[in-house]
């Protein structure tokens, strides 16, 4: 029997063009503004500004030209939001609307991380965090009433999937917003959240389309290339950046009734800069789905071998992949181990950890069954949109093969073994 569908037993997903303002242009028949903002070092950076195209005779005709741009864009004037009974929320019309008791996160700090409590390393000792904060429920009134006039240590948002909300309103028109390859309806998300309220520094794997209903937020937006000190994706923080991207490469402010497109895998920061209602669209990208191909796809090493061959086959298997790819010899220190290392500070245990792995270094004898395998695997990988992004997703499979081979009861050996052995 070989390892296959376990790796995907938990999950790591969940250029620019300075011009001067105002200038116009034209692409694929889309009229253009190229904005730009200014930065304290002097430098400036772009995003672009348009207005939703609709064409009769394809419905996917406006988010397949988005997927083809690679970067954010503001979209302004009508689009298919605008006609939206949504649009029309107010604060103290949905504190009347909504009956159900909301789930809502609550802390003393405006800056909130994505907790995952369900990640292996989440019950390892050396590695669990607790929830950076509460999880309350609260009446529709008292969380409105608290998020307009919230004091100075007391911060609220509410978020979830737009069913959650019990409303009597219909979302499938904008579940039906798709980005290639339109595989599966889009999840149709809400936001709501007081002043200063901040989403720290992550990605997501997925489409996103950001529609402003009240107030307006200010996104930080840098590349997928800022991927080198994100936390491991075994970690209850995955997909978030342990050091924070010093000057983001676009600051922009979205204002209501604009929408904010995001693709996949780019680095960003929400801050609530008033009390605010939004909604968004996820729709799974191209990548994603590649890398649930990957996830799904048997590795060939039998059930019965003993810990050391496996941790052999994997080093052999991990090591083949790497140079298929054409990345770096050093790319399991510099973009996987590098996630671990300020963890491992605090690990007393270090060194009895890495003579017990280098045991696990020496060459397997089953290399034929690997080479073909990793044939399969590198030609899955290639596919990716970005260098980048397909650097993110290799590093998360090899957390993936290590958590597959060690199990929760030895996962705490995979730092070491990286360490030790690459």
Known sequence: MKFGRALASFSCFGGFISVLVGIYYYYNGHQLELSTRSKNNGSRYSFIKLQWKIDPENPHHMTEYLATLEYPVVITGPSPFSSHKAMEWSFDGLAKDLHKILSCKYSHQPVFTYHAPRQPLNNVPEFSLKEPYQVVGISPMEFFRSIKTSKSDNFFYASGGIELLDLPLSFEDLSNITFPPHKSPSQVNY??????????????????????????????????????????????????????????????DVYPGEVLYLPPYWFHSVITMEPSLSLNIWSDSNDYLLMEEVLNSPIPFETDWGLEELMRSSKYYI???????????????????????????????????????????????????????????????????????????????????????????????????????F
């Open 191 to 252: 936001w709501f959240g007081g002043s200063r309220v901040t989403a720290y520094t992550h990605y997501d794997t997925s489409h996103n389309l950001h529609v402003v209903i009240r107030g307006h937020k200010r996104f930080l937006l840098s590349p997928p290339k800022y991927h080198s000190r994100l936390y491991p994706c075994l970690h209850s923080l995955y997909r978030q950046l342990q050091v924070d991207i010093e000057e983001p490469q676009i600051t922009l």
């Open 319 to 421: 090591d083949v992949l790497i140079k298929e790819l054409k990345l770096s010899p050093s790319f399991v220190r510099t973009s996987v181990l590098s996630r671990y290392q300020s963890l491992l500070l605090n690990i007393s245990s270090f060194d009895n950890y890495g003579l017990i792995v280098k045991t696990y270094c020496q060459p397997s004898s089953f290399t034929h069954a690997i080479h073909d395998r990793v044939s399969k695997t590198s030609s899955i990988f290639l596919k990716m949109l970005s260098p980048n992004v397909m650097q993110i997703n290799v590093a998360n499979y090899i957390e993936h093969i290590g958590f597959t081979i060690l199990r929760e009861e030895h996962v705490i050996q995979l730092p070491f073994f990286l360490k030790e052995c």
